[in-house]
């Protein structure tokens, strides 16, 4: 893929490297909020993670508010903004956001993929969760609680699963 493409969507489709400055500025700031070794660990998982697969399609920003439901199913599936062809990891980030424990596994078994997708989905949740958090600490108490426990759930599973 070429730079106008990968700066299109946002870098989704391929490793969260682009992002690495970013998340480890974060990273620095919310030291005493998140478990920062744990976190680099992730982080650097992530970035040491390469996806081997025939590049298929993605979103992008597979979100809860993107992920039309009627009647209890899903109905539409809307905003392609960020869509592409590449690594489907970026989708996966929706295992943390939208589902929580039996549902989460649930959905990890569903999409079938392997440890290194979803290494590199670790690093797509962690590096938002961190931005978000670094964000709204201190000016959305409720918000930075709730990315802060998502923090803590994908840690989690990461020293679960790997």
Same mark, same amino acid.
């Given at each position: 893929?070429g730079? @106008?493409r ?20 974060? $990273? ?5 909020v &998140? ?6 660990h /992730? ?12 590049? /298929? ?17 899903l109905?539409? /599936? ?8 590449g ?5 996966? &980030? ?9 549902? @989460? ?5 569903? &999409? ?20 978000? $958090?670094?964000?709204? $600490? ?9 990315t ?6 994908? $840690? ?6 790997g």
């Open positions: 893929m730079h @106008r990968r700066g299109h969507s946002w870098y989704r489709g391929m490793s969260p490297a682009p992002y690495d400055d970013e998340t480890r500025r974060c $990273l620095a700031a919310l030291t005493p &998140v478990d920062a070794d744990r976190a680099r /992730v982080w650097e998982t992530a970035l040491d993670a390469d996806w081997h697969g025939t590049p /298929v399609w993605f979103h992008g920003d597979v979100a809860a508010g993107n992920l039309l439901v009627r009647g209890g199913e109905s539409a /599936v809307i905003d392609f903004g960020t869509s592409g062809v690594d489907p990891a970026c989708n996966l &980030v929706i295992a943390w956001t939208k589902f929580t424990g039996p549902s @989460r596994a649930a959905f990890r078994a569903a &999409v079938g993929q392997d440890d290194a997708t979803w290494a590199g989905a670790h690093g797509w949740q962690l590096w938002k969760s961190l931005l978000v $958090l670094s964000q709204t $600490l201190d000016t959305a108490p409720d918000e930075a609680a709730g802060r426990r998502l923090v803590e759930e994908m $840690l989690a599973e990461h020293d679960r699963f």
